[in-house]
């Protein structure tokens, strides 16, 4: 099966810095990347699509200029959170269509990143 | 519009026990339906879906799931509960029609304990 890996799978940092997620493709490409944010025993909110070789795709609410995504390459999409407080502490999850069966609906999941702010 | 609602924000069953976690959905269109499974810290997994197939998907460690239309439900069932069942589990819907996966919309989650 598909495998996306994430990194890191843990990460803390001091309030005022910036971190960035990366979220790869193993065996697969990924013209097309998911991120979301869970609260603790909440669903997956997404917060934006990223896309490979353009801009990424924003949810409402979403600081585009808080959460950083880059998606240089097929295999690779990074969300940096920058100036980080603690209200950004939660897990980020990524995921992935394969690449021409975005139609079908099946995403592959990360293993998802848990940042806390201090 | 297209929504999805988990009956059940917590279901305990004993192990060796059936399993019911329930899902109706709202869908304009036939839908995609899916189930994914999270445990503590950990991504989402796949355990079915289904596609306008048969209405009985089977899924992996024993799950499966029945697509009823006229009741608009796909609830996941498994006839014999195992410890390692305990986890967060997702009723997911993609309105077919839909171009892009962004438009997939996440149950609240199903949180299943299993009592020894």
């Known amino acids: 099966g598909a495998v996306v890996s994430q990194h890191p799978s843990r990460v803390i940092c001091k309030s005022g810095t910036s971190v960035k997620i990366e979220c790869r493709s193993l065996d697969f490409q990924a013209t097309t990347m998911f991120w979301y944010r869970q609260f603790p025993k909440q669903s997956l909110m997404l917060m934006a699509t990223s896309n490979e070789g353009s801009k990424a795709t924003y949810e409402q609410g979403v600081e585009k200029d808080k959460f950083l995504i880059n998606h240089a390459s097929l295999t690779l999409s990074t969300l940096t959170v920058t100036s980080a407080h603690p209200e950004d502490s939660s897990f980020y999850i990524c995921?992935?269509?394969?690449?021409?069966?975005?139609?079908?609906?099946?995403?592959?999941f990360g293993e998802g990143s848990r940042l806390t702010v201090l | 519009a297209q929504s999805v609602t988990q009956l059940d924000s917590h279901v305990s069953v004993s192990e060796g026990t059936p399993v019911l976690l329930r899902c109706n959905y709202s869908?304009?269109?036939?839908?995609?339906l899916f189930w994914y499974v999270q445990h503590p810290n950990k991504g989402l997994q796949l355990l079915l879906k289904y596609t306008s197939a048969a209405t009985l998907v089977k899924g992996i460690n024993g799950f499966e799931a029945e697509f009823k239309k006229s009741e608009t439900s796909f609830h996941l069932t498994k006839p014999s509960a195992h410890m390692s069942d305990a986890a967060e589990y997702f009723c997911v819907v993609r309105p077919t029609g839909y171009s892009s996966a962004s438009k997939i919309i996440f149950g609240s989650g199903t949180r299943l304990s299993i009592r020894p």
């Open positions: 869908s304009s269109y036939s839908p995609s």
């Open positions: 995921s992935a269509p394969l690449r021409d069966r975005e139609h079908t609906g099946e995403l592959f």
